[in-house]
């Protein structure tokens, strides 16, 4: 079946640092992947949304990358602060709009 | 631009009761949304794909007879959840997919249902 892995463990990093997050999809093939932040107790916000043909796409501070060969997403967020922390999820979907959420990883940025 | 708005934010209910969960795209028109369930700590799971004007999908497991989904306009979704249980104390979220058939899901801030 289809599984989706996030970083498990949550991620702890001080402010101004990079923070990268990893996505590893299996037995999957699809056509786009989005990013999503979500806060306790709050729908997720879109972030970035990256399609299989594509192999970097960025936006502000955020940087997302796509390799349909390691089947692997990464996301970067650049000069974090402690307003990025957050929980972070990976969703990578096919044509028909289905989406199938990561675990999530939650992000924590020390001032 | 690209808000979807829950009704209610929160709700209490004794079991066997049934409680509609709304959902709503304000600022643009969604042919296609989404309902998903998210226990404490967990991913986002898929219950039910909703299309304008036609019966809903739901995903395996997903009891349609307990979970009545209704997507009467391009701006409205309903979830029912009828004689509700314990158990299917969660948070809800819905999404929604512009018409124009692009891939971003915009999520709603959730309801949280709890069955006493």
């Known amino acids: 079946s289809q599984k989706i892995e996030q970083n498990s463990e949550a991620l702890n990093i001080q402010e101004g640092k990079t923070a990268t997050l990893t996505c590893n999809y299996t037995?999957?093939?699809?056509?786009?992947l989005q990013w999503y932040r979500q806060d306790p107790g709050r729908g997720p916000v879109f972030l970035l949304l990256?399609?299989?043909?594509?192999k970097e796409k960025r936006k502000e501070r955020l940087k997302v990358t796509f390799d349909t060969t390691l089947k692997q997403s990464l996301f970067h967020i650049t000069a974090s602060q402690p307003a990025d922390s957050a929980t972070y999820l990976c969703a990578p979907g096919d044509q028909g709009g289905k989406l199938i959420f990561g675990q999530g990883t939650e992000l924590s940025v020390k001032p | 631009g690209a808000v979807v708005s829950q009704h209610p934010s929160w709700v209490i209910c004794k079991s066997g009761t049934s409680v509609k969960i709304e959902c709503r795209s304000l600022d643009f028109q969604a042919t296609t949304m989404f309902w998903y369930r998210q226990f404490p700590k967990q991913s986002l799971m898929l219950m039910a794909t909703?299309?304008?004007?036609?019966?809903?999908?739901?995903e395996q497991g997903v009891e349609k007879d307990k979970f009545l989904i209704n997507h009467a306009s391009l701006t409205l979704s309903t979830l029912t959840v009828t004689s509700a249980h314990p158990e299917d104390s969660s948070f809800y979220i819905c999404?929604?997919?512009?018409?124009?058939?692009?891939?971003?899901?915009?999520f709603g801030p959730g309801t949280r249902l709890l069955v006493l």
């Open positions: 909703s299309n304008e004007g036609s019966k809903a999908t739901y």
């Open positions: 999404s929604a997919r512009d018409f124009r058939g692009r891939e971003t899901q915009y």
């Open positions: 037995n999957y093939s699809p056509a786009y």
């Open positions: 990256i399609r299989e043909n594509e």
